[in-house]
């Protein structure tokens, strides 16, 4: 019994210390993650998370101005010069822009940022090609060691805006002996690119992973550092001594918080109970029916803000049009078997029930908010029999009474019983549920296959799958289609992970990324989106609206429609809370 009580006692004494408030009066800021970034790597990650993460440790020549959302300069002193040909993009550099030794930018690192930015040595097939499909070629100013002339291939409508999410690399950093020097632009875009033994050892040490996770190693020209990295658990930039940007007006060159903690919490109960005890200061991560829940205490409104607000991103299930017959089988390289499924989602109720109709159905790979959204296209929906009706005509149909259609293909008898991936959530849980119930009704077995977002991801690039339910994060900025769908993008392992496309979609590609013309490129954008409905690659389900929360001890604390919604370096702890003794 003493036992008993004494354990009794020790667990309690744990539990009480686990739930002691923070200090609030410490200019710290807390904000939530989903899980941990695929890696933070100048070039070779490519998750939302990483990129958040670089708003504060990184710059860009120019970046999107989340109110105006229009192309503001950065390390540039303005917007390129673009000379009549369309051809040419002149930009020159600050002058007060320091790497952390104390030497000025300048357009060597440019140059070298952008060969790393397109060489196939580098390990970013996922996104290579929105660059080298823009970007010939760096010229150097001789006269002036900060002035550069980025040259483009051909007339693109990224060509002006191509830098914005281009990280610039210090040369004398990672190439202090100059061994990419003799690297030329003409190599990099060489139909049979030819490697040299002193290149591939570069490029090896470079694409290593010490360089996505070492904190040591993740430096750049923004006002914090990578300063502890905790897997699982969180990651903590610091601010930086003397950093050239300080006396910048700018609210993106603000540095008020002393550290940001970005905290990894993957389930949705737990950031709800962090927001309760005031242990999160931020978040754009909680599912809607929590905020709503804690919209309804006046304890939670007296110490945040939040708010819902639209977004341009998506998310979608997505089908393997090209599968390799032995691992994954064929079940969806039928375009009538991939309508049947998105006859078989049931969206609308997904978002009635899971979103509490914070959200909007999706129905091109284009959101509805951008003035190129193909308003032609039907929503498709919830239908049974036509789904059935569907699949009989394809062949699947139930030939054992087991409630599953089958099918003989290439002399095999195949089920209708495949795998639904999808990033381990509780709110995914339940979406993949509702799918596979759903599904289940016209004699589909869905399987529900949870897992964390590295093999997710991993799984996603190497066409490992049968069925995914992923998200991509949008923006107001033009959106490239080529990463998502041309033909290339799946070849080489990009983000087209379904197979989509053909020499037409391939086609439409490139004359909306080529047409200057706003006419022009407007009918290849609804030309495009009309084509990916017609192949439904996708079932493309909803846009959720971005849940927004910060907390009132700090200034500065504004919205945005544009992700991530708010700047969390601009954050300032007000002058009433400095004083604040620590809560017990």
């Not at 009794?8 to 200090?23: A, G, H, N, Q, Y």
Request: charged content about 25%.
């Amino acid at each position: 019994m003493f036992k008993r009580i004494l354990t009794l006692l020790v667990i309690f004494s744990i539990f009480t210390s686990c739930v002691e408030k923070r200090d609030l009066s410490k200019n710290i800021v807390v904000t939530h993650i989903l899980s941990n970034p695929d890696g933070l790597h100048p070039f070779n990650d490519n998750s939302i998370m990483r990129s958040f993460i670089f708003n504060y440790t990184q710059k860009s020549l120019i970046r999107l101005d989340l109110k105006s959302l229009e192309y503001i300069p950065s390390l540039a002193k303005e917007l390129a010069e673009i000379s009549e040909d369309g051809l040419k993009y002149t930009f020159e550099l600050r002058e007060d822009a320091r790497w952390d030794d104390g030497s000025p930018i300048s357009a060597e690192d440019v140059l070298f940022t952008t060969k790393l930015q397109l060489c196939p040595l580098t390990d970013n097939a996922q996104i290579r090609g929105n660059y080298t499909s823009v970007i010939k070629s760096i010229e150097l100013d001789k006269k002036n060691p900060r002035r550069f002339t980025m040259i483009a291939k051909d007339k693109h409508v990224s060509n002006a805006t191509i830098f914005s999410e281009i990280w610039i690399q210090q040369k004398a950093y990672w190439d202090p002996t100059g061994i990419l020097d003799d690297l030329s632009f003409e190599d990099i875009h060489a139909t049979n690119f030819k490697e040299k033994e002193s290149w591939s050892e570069w490029f090896n040490h470079f694409n290593h992973g010490d360089n996505r996770y070492k904190p040591n190693n993740l430096v750049g020209l923004g006002p914090y550092q990578v300063s502890e990295w905790e897997t699982g658990s969180y990651i903590t930039v610091t601010k930086k001594e003397n950093w050239w940007g300080e006396k910048d007006s700018s609210i993106y060159n603000q540095n008020n918080p002393e550290e940001i903690i970005f905290k990894i919490i993957t389930d949705d109960a737990a950031v709800f109970l962090s927001l309760k005890s005031e242990e999160l200061d931020v978040t754009n991560r909680i599912g809607t029916s929590k905020l709503t829940k804690l919209q309804n205490h006046e304890y939670f409104n007296q110490a945040y803000h939040s708010d819902f607000m639209n977004q341009y991103s998506y998310n979608y299930l997505g089908m393997n049009m090209r599968p390799d017959g032995i691992k994954r089988k064929a079940f969806f390289d039928d375009v009538s078997v991939r309508r049947a499924m998105a006859y078989l989602t049931p969206v609308d109720e997904i978002v009635e029930v899971i979103l509490h109709n914070k959200g909007s159905r999706q129905v091109s790979n284009l959101s509805n908010l951008k003035k190129n959204y193909n308003d032609t296209l039907k929503l498709i929906p919830l239908d049974i029999d036509k789904a059935k009706s569907l699949l009989d005509n394809a062949g699947w149909i139930d030939t054992d009474g087991d409630n599953i259609r089958d099918k003989i293909v290439n002399g095999e008898k195949l089920q209708l019983s495949f795998q639904l991936s999808y990033m381990s959530s509780a709110v995914s849980k339940e979406i993949a549920l509702m799918i596979k119930e759903s599904m289940w009704r016209a004699g589909v077995e869905a399987i529900p296959t949870p897992m964390d977002f590295t093999l997710f991801y991993k799984n996603a690039q190497e066409h490992d799958f049968d069925m995914m339910m992923g998200g991509w994060g949008g923006s107001a900025s033009y959106s490239n289609p080529y990463q998502l769908w041309h033909t290339s993008s799946w070849a080489n392992k990009g983000s087209n992970f379904c197979g989509f496309g053909d020499a037409e979609s391939d086609s439409l590609i490139n004359a909306a990324n080529q047409a200057i013309d706003p006419l022009e490129h407007r009918n290849a954008i609804f030309a495009l989106q009309a084509k990916i409905y017609e192949d439904q690659p996708y079932v493309f389900m909803f846009s959720t609206k971005r849940k927004l929360v910060a907390h009132k001890r700090f200034d500065n604390t504004n919205f945005f429609y544009e992700k991530p919604g708010f700047i969390l370096n601009n954050f300032l702890l007000k002058y009433e809370y400095t004083n604040m003794a620590p809560t017990p």
